[in-house]
């Protein structure tokens, strides 16, 4: 049946307002629907995806569809659409990488109706955020001299949520060139793992080293620092000593 619920507030001065909400309520069973939870945090890097389930009640006949709609609850001035992979009346939602913001969560909505009777299912997704506040530091005696000058490198300070820990580092290098198709060919300096300084001993030239900071998640920081090499300089007795060595 139809409902009409009615509220009027009053001021002491007699001035009074009024509004009215009108209900139908339709008799049946209504359509069920739920969305899978997701483990943990996301990466904003990554696509996110949510599984929705939805079935017609018991008192639908054969041949009968449902209308989903997926939308976005929490305040926020994206799109829904406009982040999608997917069509809004789909029953998963896959979301673009890099459309959400990291540290935020957000509650989306999946509505299932029929016949006027409908049914909605909320689920909160976190985002994970990349290890933060610290920094990367290169120590070394100057000038720094190829095969000669010992360089350490150090990741300090770094920050995470306690469940994001513990933090990894790695370390690599490439040459300072403005040759693009070189700009992405770097040489691991070891393998990615707990410790956070590692050294090298540079060969002469200019230099692009690269320390990158991830979470249990692979949310990942990176931080580059330049050098400069100088060439080794031979006097007399040294070119000796190499000859005879």
């Avoid at 490198?153 to 820990?165: G, M, Q, R, S």
Wanted: hydrophobic share 45%; charged share 20%; proline share 5%.
């Amino acid at each position: 049946g139809i409902y009409v619920f009615q509220a009027r507030a009053y001021k002491a001065d007699g001035e009074q307002a009024t509004t009215t909400v009108t209900y139908l309520i339709k008799s049946g069973a209504l359509p069920s629907v739920k969305i899978a939870d997701l483990v943990g945090k996301q990466n904003p890097t990554a696509k996110v995806a949510l599984l929705g389930d939805a079935a017609l009640p018991e008192d639908a006949p054969t041949g009968a569809e449902l209308t989903l709609s997926w939308s976005l609850v929490t305040d926020s001035p994206i799109v829904l659409g406009d982040i999608a992979t997917t069509k809004l009346n789909a029953i998963n939602l896959v979301l673009q990488p890099n459309a959400l913001a990291p540290g935020a969560t957000y509650t989306f909505m999946l509505k299932a109706e029929f016949d006027g009777r409908s049914t909605t299912a909320t689920a909160n997704v976190l985002m994970n955020r990349a290890p933060f506040g610290g920094g990367f530091v290169l120590e070394h005696d100057t000038p720094v001299v190829a095969l000669t000058t010992e360089v350490a490198l150090k990741a300090v300070n770094w920050a995470d949520d306690p469940e994001d820990k513990p933090l990894k580092y790695s370390f690599a290098y490439r040459a300072s060139t403005a040759d693009a198709s070189l700009q992405s060919s770097y040489t691991s300096l070891g393998k990615k793992g707990l410790a956070s300084r590692a050294t090298w001993l540079p060969f002469e030239g200019n230099w692009i080293i690269v320390c990158r900071i991830s979470d249990v998640y692979d949310a990942t920081t990176r931080v580059d620092q330049n050098l400069t090499v100088a060439a080794v300089v031979l006097d007399a007795s040294k070119a000796a000593n190499l000859l005879t060595a």
